[in-house]
């Protein structure tokens, strides 16, 4: 623990068991493995399409990774804006236009992402990732290895579309059989968000003085709340 | 009973016969064997004993179980895609929904995955709040199970001392942090305030009734033949399925895996300060996660109780700037909760709101045993192992 406020400890980018991880995990997948990197103590590495049920035959059987602790998609493209630039609006984060990728990086722009832990060794966990082309979002299925993959590949299917071979029924796990579309895809708009200003905005009152403070010219959330009260 | 063979979705047959051309038929049948074939029980969403919206599709011959498919998604708020348009202060607002029993446990690692981000620490004081007030909504939340679990089989007194002895908890939580259930005190870099006057005493004191209660939960419901009876080598999760299921936190404590985050992950908050133990047991029924819980809500009381007496002093922010920006990076901060692993894997681009967050949630994984534990049992059982896998729906649909 710190001995001052806001003083930090140094995090090394592998922790001692994930260097360990790593090196046997090299040794198993060789060259199946396209980058590797570490997150504040976590090793993650990024596979190959076709080693993605291996590398986790791997995790689970040379490297003791008994748990599954979740399976769940990347889409990397940039967050579209929902606020106009220079609108004063800071509820919503602006997001960086460009795309770029995380940790041990990606080819394109969907990606999958795993972590396996083990329940007898302390800190001991993987991080895995696996590109998926756009054209293409097949990936093997884990859930011969791991039975709980069963419904996070459920999930990773209806919020992104990926495909998992393998799987004993792929249908929709949280949303409505009807259900069209793969809402957690940067490109699915986030609608309640872009027909209806933040409503915290609306709170703010115009400064005397300040334009929108005018009787005509006010804005229509200004004219809204008026309506409101009125009622 | 009456038993039907429904047919499966999908092969509904075409009815274009007279149904009196064959009454002839259906009395000759009354001296054969009676039909047994399968029915379809739809539980939930709205039945009294599923804690919610969670809806069980079993399909039964006789009273056996012969499958079951939890339908789920009937509370999906979208926490996901929510935060991708949130900053980090409003979405610790959003997450204390997830787990509602457990607010406080559910910021925690949302909020020290920010802090790694940004590489500050809260300070000791802060930390040990922290880890106090953790411990505290674990308490509330396994008194409630403790009570509720004697409910479901058919035993009502242990609800109404569990419902009092949470109450007393959610009451110290509500004097520090101002709400009951969704305290919302975390703050990135450290807490929101410090301890209001008198409470280490007050909490003391509870801590000690606390203690006493589960003696009592013991005398009365783990003693109890008819609970045993109803729990003992009921709903068996063996370990390594458990685990390949990530099923986590007590469930699998109570298989036999010794495995808890506050001793066996990353080190966070102080729980390396203290003197406590993990306990399991062997047996994977709904009797030991039961015993399991109840044993964890001792420790829990014995952990604050000890934290009171060690805590330090000091201030409680580090310093933040007042805009917070997360630098570009992933984390992933996974937390030991009442429920089992609570985990945030944050990946930020460096503006005032994460670009992605996967929630990984504990009743999530913890329920997705339940078509395998549920096969082969008898309807009632099914009751009680629900409610022994002690599940939240907020936590299973996020």
């Known amino acids: 623990m710190a001995e001052s406020p806001g003083a930090t400890e140094a995090v090394p980018a592998l922790r001692e068991q994930a260097v360990d991880a790593l090196t046997r995990l090299q040794a198993e997948l060789g060259d199946s493995i ?38 769940a998609g990347i889409d990397w493209m940039p ?62 299925s884990w859930v011969s290895l791991y039975p709980g993959a069963d419904w996070h590949e459920r999930e990773a299917w209806e919020m992104y579309g990926f495909v998992f071979d393998g799987h004993p029924s792929l249908r929709h796990l949280y949303l409505p059989s009807e259900f069209e579309g793969h809402p957690l895809r940067k490109d699915y708009p986030l609608l ?22 005018g009787d005509d010219t006010t804005s229509t959330e200004t004219t809204a709340i008026e309506a409101g009260e009125s009622a | 009973m009456t038993t039907t063979d429904l047919p499966t979705p999908g092969e509904l047959p075409e009815i274009a ?64 895609k929510l935060t991708e348009f949130r900053t980090y202060p409003q979405i610790t607002t959003l997450i204390n929904r997830i787990d509602w029993l457990s607010s406080f446990a559910n910021e925690v690692p949302f909020i020290q995955a920010a802090e790694h981000l940004m590489t500050i620490e809260a300070p000791p ?95 009365l419901v783990v003693g109890n033949p008819i609970f045993q009876k109803r729990t003992r080598s009921i709903g068996i999760i063996p370990q390594e399925l458990g685990a390949a299921y990530g099923v986590s936190g007590s469930n699998l404590r109570a298989s036999g895996v010794d495995w808890d985050l506050r001793r066996d992950g990353p080190k966070y908050l102080v729980y390396d300060e203290l003197d406590w133990r993990v306990w399991t047991h062997p047996d994977g029924d ?32 580090a310093k933040v700037p007042r805009i917070i920006k997360v630098p570009e990076g992933e984390v992933f901060v996974n937390t030991e909760n009442p429920l089992g692993e609570m985990g945030y894997y944050v990946i930020s681009k460096g503006a005032t709101g994460p670009f992605r967050t996967k929630i990984r949630s504990a009743s999530f994984s913890n329920v997705s045993i339940l078509p395998w534990v549920l096969r082969g049992v008898y309807v009632p059982d099914i009751v009680t192992i629900l409610a022994s896998l002690y599940f939240i729906l907020g936590d299973i649909d996020r």
């Open chain 1, 34 to 71: 396209v980058e590797h990197d570490g997150a504040f103590g976590d090793v993650v590495v990024r596979v190959r399409r076709d080693a993605w049920r291996r590398s986790a035959q791997v995790c689970k059987e040379g490297l003791g990774c008994d748990y599954l602790s979740f399976i």
């Open chain 1, 79 to 140: 967050t579209p804006a929902v606020v106009e630039e220079g609108s004063g609006d800071t509820s919503t984060p602006a997001q960086p236009k460009e795309q770029t990728y995380g940790v041990a990086g990606s080819d394109g722009r969907y990606q999958l992402l795993a972590l396996v832990e083990s329940t007898r060794r302390k800190s001991w966990r993987v991080i895995l990732k696996t590109d998926l082309p756009d054209d293409d979002l097949h990936a093997e």
């Open chain 1, 192 to 213: 309640a968000r872009e027909v209806k200003p933040w409503p915290g905005l609306v709170d703010v009152e115009p400064m005397p003085g300040e334009p929108g403070d």
């Open chain 2, 17 to 80: 016969v007279d149904p009196a051309a064959f009454r002839h038929l259906a009395d000759a049948q009354v001296n054969v064997e009676l039909d047994t074939g399968d029915m379809v029980l739809n539980i939930g969403p709205q039945h009294p004993a599923t804690h919610g919206t969670l809806r069980l599709v079993v399909r039964l011959d006789g009273e056996r179980v012969v499958s079951a498919d939890p339908i789920i998604g009937y509370m999906h708020r979208g926490y996901e």
């Open chain 2, 125 to 219: 004081r802060a930390q040990y709040l922290r880890t106090i007030l953790t411990e505290l909504s674990r308490i509330a939340t396994f008194l409630l199970f403790l009570g509720e679990m004697g409910l479901q089989v058919g035993a009502i007194t242990p609800a109404f001392y569990g419902f009092r002895d949470r109450e007393y908890v959610l009451n110290l939580i509500e004097a520090v942090t101002g709400g009951r259930f969704h305290p919302n005190f975390n703050r990135i870099g450290g807490i929101k305030d410090d301890l209001p006057w008198g409470w280490i005493s007050e909490c003391r004191a509870v801590m000690n009734k606390t203690l006493a209660s589960c003696d009592e939960f013991d005398d």
């Open chain 2, 286 to 317: 709904s009797f030991s996660r039961y015993w399991v819980r109840l044993q964890e809500t001792r420790e829990s009381a014995r952990m604050v109780l000890q934290m009171l007496d060690q805590m330090p002093s000091g201030p409680l922010m």
